[in-house]
């Protein structure tokens, strides 16, 4: 979702061909060693920059102590469901990821699958626009690292879909839902244009090949790309009703993060209308999705979810304190669950980098 290519991490991992041994992919790389893309620097000095005034903003503009008032006013039944919905909403995030793993074949067993599962909300904690999520693959450890890092670009190309194409579908749906905010000034034919480019983005997501397609435009400015097509074109493989099913469960996943939202903020105290504050909610996700260089997108979330929900008649303080809850809830609990797996991150092989790619 980021100008930078989400694959960055693996880009001197999953390149080697399908059928090299590990000798010969250590000859192959030190003979063709990845070459930096001087043009992708300046998207993350702007990046930086950009991110850099929205915490300035977000400190500036928020009453901290007015936030912790609304923290400590939680109370009744709406935060209790919601802490009853992280249940289901872990299982469908898992659930999605086991059904792409064991496209690995039999190798995959259900401890690997559910130990990187963990762990990748751990590194995903800790890194950028939890750019660390994609480092599931290295846990998958009978499966060729090639193979297990197209899985995990899959798995989660699926979420930035339906966050991207819900996003783009609640920006041209809110302002006739009462929404109203001084930088919206698009006329009724963009709000069309942007409900259209949403679903057509979702529906990609039922037509893998297209995914393929995309990954290949998005870096085909990269000296390494060519390396990585063959892992890429595995991805094509996946059926329609499998892609429809992942593209169900990360919908159905983020339904229920949204719900969770709207449910803190009534718990809260703030009462918005159903269908509107859980758009609002997608129009915070989708932005912070693409201002990406926090640890695990904190603070930006904030500042966003203020932005989309003012809309609404929402108080900074209250949206704020709404967004940490959801942060703690469905980022952090699993990030420190993930600390529970943490000795497989000291015990992966000194040549994990050298494991030949596969296919699906």
């Known amino acids: 979702m980021a100008g930078t290519s989400i694959l960055d991490t693996f880009r001197f991992d999953i390149g080697t061909d399908s059928y090299m041994t590990p000798e010969a992919s250590e000859m192959a790389l030190a003979a063709n060693p990845p070459i930096p893309d001087q043009r992708s620097l300046l998207p993350r000095i702007v990046k ?17 102590e007015g936030v912790l008032v609304s923290l400590s006013q939680i109370a009744g039944w709406g935060i209790v469901v919601a802490l009853l919905l992280w249940a289901p909403n872990q299982f469908l995030q898992y659930l999605r990821w086991r059904l792409i793993a064991q496209r690995a074949g039999e190798s995959v067993s259900i401890e690997d699958i559910r130990a990187s599962y963990w762990l990748g909300h751990t590194l995903g904690f800790i890194t950028p626009g939890r750019i660390g999520a994609y480092g599931r693959a290295l846990f998958l450890s009978q499966v060729p690292l090639g193979r297990a890092a197209v899985l995990t670009v899959v798995e989660r190309t699926y979420s930035a879909l339906t966050v991207n194409g819900f996003g783009l579908i609640a920006l041209g749906v809110l302002p006739y839902l009462g929404w109203n905010v001084s930088w919206v000034f698009w006329s009724g034919t963009i709000s069309m244009l942007f409900v259209l480019s949403g679903f057509l983005l979702i529906c990609i997501g039922i037509f893998p090949g297209k995914i393929v397609s995309l990954l290949r435009r998005a870096f085909s400015t990269r000296a390494w790309a060519a390396r990585m097509v063959s892992s890429l074109d595995a991805a094509a493989q996946i059926g329609t009703g499998s892609a429809l099913l992942y593209l169900s469960l990360a919908t159905l996943s983020l339904i229920i ?20 504050g859980m ?73 994990w980098r050298l494991k030949p790619s596969g296919t699906l």
């Open 48 to 64: 930086i920059v950009v991110t850099l005034a929205v915490l300035g903003l977000l400190v500036y503009q928020v009453n901290w």
């Open 257 to 276: 993060s949204l719900f969770q939202f709207v449910l803190i903020l009534e718990a809260i105290g703030v009462d918005i209308p159903l269908i509107a």
């Open 279 to 351: 758009l609002a909610v997608q129009l915070n996700f989708f932005l912070k999705g693409n201002i990406p260089l926090t640890l695990g997108n904190v603070g930006v979330g904030e500042w966003t979810a203020l932005l989309c929900l003012r809309g609404l008649g929402v108080a900074d303080t209250h949206a704020v304190a709404a967004s940490l809850m959801l942060f703690t809830l469905n980022v952090a609990l699993p990030a420190g669950i993930g600390l529970l797996f943490i000795k497989r991150i000291f015990a992966l092989p000194k040549n």
